[in-house]
């Protein structure tokens, strides 16, 4: 059964909190009171707590203080701020900071009990859920520094309802990361939609995410429902959210503050009460400072931002995910097991890897196929598409910039799939899109370029 959401109450006044306590468990909810700041951050650091209530001026720490560090603490606990007229600049603030509202004194009950009980509908109760398993387990075994920070933030984000960007490269994990925050929160036993943002044409994404009538437009011969509807009590993940037109941001920020959607060719609003993850391999900031991406959307999507390592910046992983890699293909293709000898180990984590996990773990299952003998040589993954040896001078000094690695492994796959696009993209482990957006980005040329008299130069 779900269990009572709890509500901190902080203030000073003995009297507001008896008020706030009678109040609150009317309505069934529990009730725990600090009367200050100090006490506030022991019962958050040792209890689980749904909503907190802080009086602005308290003496020691103050609200906006106790604000900050219950941040730090807990990044999506939902904050209300209890203000005196003099002090609703201060709340305002707060607002502003991330906090969800605030209250002047004196406050109506009623009023009171309407704001609480708006955000808690979008909080959804705790359910009771069987123990998962360890986020190491889940991401292949990573251990180092880096990854072990991302546990952490994907721990303390997946219980919330809040909304999360994941930034990283192409092929780091992006929406498995997405999945496991699902899987590890209130809403994991409903549904998880997948939008790709980045593959799916302009025209095509509107009716895509909102849906449309029949009639609409040519060939709308049914009504359709959109992915946003589909999504509706689950969570929603906006793959490649950077890469979406300048109307579909206008679109896609009034349904993150609305909440309400229209289908295409429609005049009746639905409302929809989903969770929305979104990631992006673009420097959204950057897109902000030019102009190509609004910043009201970006501070939508980004209440919580969490960010992959590359593979590059995390080495003492790649044995551990090399490995695995070749266990479960060897298991799942029901081949001979696969050993990897140091030397292909030590070529492993010298390698700078531009296409990230996604880049390992296809290069190693290709090896694996072609090997001998059951062990996996250098040369193995030669064959496969990436170059006979590492320069070690790019892995450990760093003396070429990573755009050259990215270009140079892109024009190798280019090479091998006979300058088709949509070949060398399944070899890199990227979607056409992206290759594409590459192709355009390292200025790299195609004249002349054919595997064979009757094939095309491109996709």
Request: proline fraction near 7%.
């Amino acid at each position: 059964m779900p269990s009572k959401q709890t509500i901190l109450v902080v203030d000073d006044d003995l009297h507001i909190l008896e008020v706030l306590e009678a109040r609150l468990s009317s309505v069934e909810f529990k009730v725990l009171k600090a009367t200050s700041a100090q006490e506030a951050l022991e019962i958050i650091k040792s209890q689980q707590v749904d909503l907190l209530i802080t009086d602005v001026r308290m003496p020691g720490m103050g609200g906006m203080d106790l604000f900050e560090e219950v941040r730090s603490l807990k990044p999506v606990l939902p904050v209300i701020f209890l203000t005196a007229y003099g002090t609703i600049p201060d709340a305002v603030k707060a607002v502003k900071a991330g906090a969800v509202d605030y209250l002047t004194k004196p406050f109506e009950g009623r009023d009171l009990l309407l704001k609480v009980q708006e955000i808690m509908k979008k909080r959804p109760v705790r359910p009771s859920l069987e123990p998962l398993p360890p986020l190491d387990q889940e991401l292949w075994g990573g251990k180092s520094p880096a990854m072990r920070e991302l546990y952490d933030l994907i721990d303390r984000v997946a219980p919330s309802d809040v909304n999360v960007l994941i930034l990283g490269e192409s092929g780091v994990g992006k929406e498995r990361v997405a999945r496991l925050i699902h899987q590890r929160g209130p809403r994991r036993d409903l549904p998880f939609v997948v939008v790709d943002c980045g593959s799916t044409p302009t025209g095509l994404l509107e009716s895509e995410l909102f849906g449309h009538v029949r009639g609409a437009f040519t060939h709308a011969i049914r009504d359709k429902k959109g992915l946003i509807e589909a999504a509706d009590r689950g969570t929603l993940f906006l793959d490649e959210i950077g890469n979406i037109s300048p109307e579909m941001q206008v679109r896609l920020l009034r349904f993150l503050e609305d909440r309400k959607i229209r289908r295409i060719g429609d005049l009746r609003e639905i409302p929809v009460n989903c969770r929305v993850l979104s990631a992006t391999n673009v420097d959204l900031p950057e897109e902000v400072e030019a102009g190509t991406f609004r910043e009201d959307l970006y501070y939508r999507l980004r209440v919580v931002t969490l960010k992959i390592p590359p593979l590059r910046e995390r080495k003492e992983d790649i044995p551990i995910l090399a490995r695995h890699f070749i266990e479960s293909f060897c298991k799942n293709q029901n081949i001979a097991p696969v050993t990897l000898p140091p030397e292909t180990v030590k070529w492993l984590c010298e390698y700078p890897w531009p296409g990230n996990v996604r880049e390992l773990k296809n290069a190693l299952e290709a090896g694996a196929v072609l090997c001998r003998n059951g062990v996996l040589l250098p040369s193995d993954l030669h064959l496969s598409g990436l170059p006979h040896a590492p320069v070690k001078a790019q892995a450990a000094a760093g003396s070429m910039l990573l755009e050259d690695n990215e270009r140079n492994a892109i024009l190798r796959a280019l090479q091998q799939a006979g300058w088709v696009q949509k070949e060398a993209a399944q070899l890199l482990g990227i979607s056409r899109r992206a290759i594409h957006y590459k192709i355009k980005k390292y200025g790299i040329e195609f004249s002349g370029k054919r595997s064979g008299p009757d094939e095309p130069v491109n996709d």
